[in-house]
């Protein structure tokens, strides 16, 4: 089976959008179809182009619709690596807006149809005696090899990140807290936003990277790092990875890692007011490199992009490299594919 990985990826054009609708006995089944048209233009470093393919979760389709908006997607392999899955593949995503709660979606194919798990959120803003927050989100699932488990990253206040575990992807065990902003130097605000990967960095004795978006006093966002050598105790650079100043961006934030001919590169995305794009910068297997490459994923102007895409999360099936990402502006949007051209 091929399995989602932290492979290249980027697309641009215009779409239209074909709401597809569906109920299924242990939840609803999400689909939206679209048309592109356009050219794709070169991506840097050799990472192919993505094409928006349709549109996978739309909040107003969802049961567990507290807030009337969704973000975050994590796309995961489930089958072969835990009993009895309900589908080939597991999406993660969640509202962020209180009180949050990070859900779950399946399917058999990363362009869908996904069927909304029927008892989400899956982990909720209050869970005794770990914590009572006013929101949860942003999941990030690795498949911990070492430990055969799904580990869930997530935050809630937007000051702290979290670690629970799980054997089949859906009941999920609290661990501990894995960063805060007290982690960081005095005036930082927010610690979110993160993701973490299989990464090793044998000089630092780690095997473990995260990345995630961070806050200060100034209120620009700027991407954080990470690193562990077991997933569960960090050690956090006091400095920013990219900086906003870095790129001429406003704010940056959902950071995801990407290998490539023998490098690592985070893609990003920027705020609506400085462009709403992904971009690139390329940090060498040693994260010692800040080698900015501009634009990696330019958002569709149209429908459901409406010139922002964010928190791409990356996967491959069957031989195809898929991007599912956030679309559409902040906190109005839904959950969106695009495929490698």
């Not at 807030?67 to 072969?80: D, K, L, N, S, W």
């Not at 982990?123 to 488990?149: F, T």
């Not at 580990?151 to 805060?180: C, P, Q």
């Amino acid at each position: 089976m091929n399995e989602p990985q932290t492979n290249p990826e980027s697309e641009p054009r215009m779409g239209r959008r074909v709401f597809l609708r569906s109920a299924a006995a242990a939840g609803t089944v999400l689909a939206t179809g679209a048309i592109t048209t356009g050219t794709a233009a070169a991506a840097p470093a050799g990472f192919p182009d993505y094409r928006y393919v349709r549109t996978l979760l739309d909040p107003s389709q969802l049961k567990y619709n507290p807030t009337g908006e969704i973000i975050f997607p994590c796309i995961r392999g489930a089958a072969g690596r835990v009993p009895k899955p309900l589908g080939r593949y597991y999406l993660y995503y969640a509202p962020h807006d209180a009180p949050g709660g990070i859900c779950l979606a399946y399917g058999d194919n990363i362009e869908g149809p996904f069927t909304e798990y029927p008892a989400n959120p899956i982990v909720a803003n209050d869970w005794q005696p770990h914590y009572k927050v006013s929101h949860v989100s942003s999941p990030h699932v690795l498949w911990n090899e070492d430990a055969h488990e799904m580990w869930l990253y997530f935050h809630g206040e937007n000051t702290t990140t979290r670690l629970a575990r799980s054997k089949d992807g859906i009941h999920f065990t609290y661990d501990k807290v894995v960063l805060t902003t007290a982690m960081l130097p005095a005036g930082t605000t927010e610690t979110s936003y993160a993701r973490v990967f299989r990464h090793d960095l044998p000089s630092r004795g780690a095997r473990y990277v995260m990345l995630f978006m961070r806050n200060d006093t100034t209120n620009h966002r700027d991407i954080g790092w990470g690193w562990s050598a077991d997933g569960r105790g960090w050690t956090f650079d006091q400095q920013s990875l990219v900086s906003h100043t870095d790129v001429g961006a406003v704010n940056i934030g959902g950071p995801h890692l990407l290998t490539r001919n023998g490098s690592a590169y985070v893609v990003y995305n920027t705020d609506k007011a400085s462009g709403g794009n992904l971009l690139i910068t390329e940090v060498g297997n040693d994260f010692t490199r800040r080698n900015h490459l501009g634009l990696f994923h330019d958002s569709l102007s149209g429908a459901p992009d409406n010139g922002r895409s964010a928190a791409p999360s990356f996967g491959t099936q069957d031989g195809a490299a898929y991007m599912v990402y956030e679309a559409g502006e902040r906190l109005q949007g839904a959950i969106a594919v695009a495929r490698a051209v």
